[in-house]
């Protein structure tokens, strides 16, 4: 069965310091992987995806994520985190066999400290 | 463009009583998902659409019914409500799914 796994549940880090969130999946085919950002009584916002191509993908504010098909993985990186950043954030792969459902890990809460 | 939307934001129901979350979307998308968030848990598909007129189960659908009538609309039905329904229950829509989905801002239920 298709699962996502994001180890850390919390994560703290200074303002203007690098972050980067771990995600592994286990999913038999080249799956759709994509980040999700989730602000406090807000729905979720689209940060980024990735399918195919290069395996380095960019997003939207400033966030980018690897995918490294060797280790089951596609972390979330940044490399200064703003306050503004603070939320928690998603990691989900898109089962394409079940109209591409999204299948999302538990989240992790950043937490950005001045 | 409206994007998704649901309705009504916060609802408290009795145990027992039943009642439909409205979703719709005015994006011209075949998939429509329900999904509830629960802490800890991330989000849970209840139950899926590819079209008007396909609906299938995800992984906790108990307790709950879906139609799909039109591409606009994707009302969850709870039969019966029970106190292990409180959730936040979101709704998302996507043109084929691989494109990521696109959430409405969400449901808070509360069942007592």
């Known amino acids: 069965a298709q699962s996502v796994t994001q180890p850390d549940i919390h994560i703290t880090v200074s303002e203007g310091a690098s972050l980067e969130l771990r995600c592994n999946y286990s999913y038999g085919a080249t799956p759709y992987l994509f980040w999700y950002v989730q602000s406090p009584g807000q729905g979720l916002q689209l940060l980024l995806k990735?399918?195919?191509?290069?395996?380095l993908v960019q997003g939207i504010k400033g966030f980018e994520a690897e995918f490294k098909r060797s280790q089951s993985s596609f972390n979330l990186r940044k490399p200064s985190v703003h306050w503004s950043d603070a939320a928690e954030y998603f990691c989900a792969v898109g089962v394409v066999e079940y109209g591409n459902k999204l299948v999302f890990g538990a989240g992790t809460i950043l937490r950005v400290k001045s | 463009n409206a994007g998704v939307t649901q309705t009504p934001k916060f609802q408290v129901l009795k145990t027992g009583q039943s009642m439909t979350l409205q979703c719709a979307q005015d994006m011209n998308h075949e998939y429509m998902s329900w999904y509830r968030q629960d802490p800890g848990m991330g989000l849970r598909l209840i139950h899926y659409s590819v079209g008007a007129g396909i609906t299938d189960q995800g992984e906790v659908p108990n307790g709950y019914n879906v139609s799909r009538s039109t591409t606009e609309d994707f009302p969850l039905r709870l039969l019966s409500a029970a106190p292990s329904q409180t959730s936040v229950y979101f709704c998302a829509s996507s043109y084929q799914g691989g494109d990521g989905y696109t959430f409405g801002s969400g449901t808070r239920l509360t069942v007592v």
């Open positions: 990735y399918f195919s191509g290069d395996t």
